[in-house]
């Protein structure tokens, strides 16, 4: 999977380098490519923001660098995936991430201010797979840390990207509930023991325990999950 970010502030996606994303990207599996919206512009000032039609607080991002960068981005596949991190957009869930995951070339368009000319959005539909997506109800400074989320999220559903492929089925959200609780050695620690079944060896009653522990844990935690 190719990768494309744009975003005035490229190096926020330096860390992201490192982790697990960095064997998959050594491999090639991951091929990812942060740009500079500015490297887009042509002023002197390299301008990407302007006052707002109507009026109001802050600044709009100017729609002729994504234009460009859309146009040149998009050209390197014949089926380009576009996403716009947004307070506006649909809440990003497990779900879209394997959708994305299954994808041959995503473009993340990360804006700033108080968000991109809504023109860009359109535009877009005339070069790929248009998606305006929210990374939950709180409000961020930009679509940078969004984006990062959504890559990690999506990096380690492409096969080879984890090691385990037995951990993606396991863990919170692949089956809509939350995970059951882990512990390791010591079995007794500061006068707290592991719970017993798991040091049973009966591999179906360790099975039945964490399914009840999943079960607990989002009745009262994530309720919203098991469709209230
Ligand atoms: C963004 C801003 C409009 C207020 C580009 C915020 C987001 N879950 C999320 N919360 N906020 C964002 C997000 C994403 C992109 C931009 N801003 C600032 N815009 C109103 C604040 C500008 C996601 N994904």
Redesign the pocket.
């Known amino acids: 999977m190719r990768i494309d970010v744009v975003s005035i502030f490229p190096s926020y996606f330096d860390g992201l380098s490192l982790s697990l994303l960095g064997k998959a990207r050594e491999s090639g599996i991951l091929d990812l490519h942060v740009h500079d919206l500015r490297d887009w512009t042509s002023d002197r000032h390299r301008t990407v923001d302007d006052t707002p039609y109507g009026g109001g607080a802050g600044m709009v991002m100017k729609p002729e660098p994504w234009a460009l960068a859309l146009d040149e981005l998009s050209a390197h596949s014949d089926a380009s995936t576009i996403i716009f991190?947004?307070?506006a957009?649909e809440v990003?869930r497990q779900s879209r991430a394997r959708e994305l995951a299954e994808q041959e070339h995503l473009i993340i368009g990360?804006?700033?201010?108080?968000?991109?000319d809504e023109r860009v959005f359109e535009y877009a539909v005339s070069l790929g797979d248009v998606h305006l997506?929210?990374?939950?109800?709180?409000?961020?400074?930009?679509?940078e840390v969004?984006a990062m989320a959504m890559i990690e999220a999506v990096g380690r559903l492409i096969p080879g990207v984890v090691g385990n492929p037995e951990s993606l089925v396991e863990e919170s959200h692949e089956d809509g509930l939350l995970e059951y609780p882990s512990y390791t050695k010591p079995a007794q620690w500061r006068s707290r023991d592991v719970p017993e079944v798991l040091l049973s060896g009966n591999h179906g009653a360790i099975a039945t325990w964490r399914r009840e522990q999943q079960l607990e844990r989002t009745r009262t935690r994530r309720p919203d999950l098991l469709g209230d």
């Open positions: 991190p947004s307070p957009g990003f990360c804006g700033r201010y108080e968000g991109i997506v929210s990374l939950g109800d709180y409000v961020l400074n930009g679509g969004a």
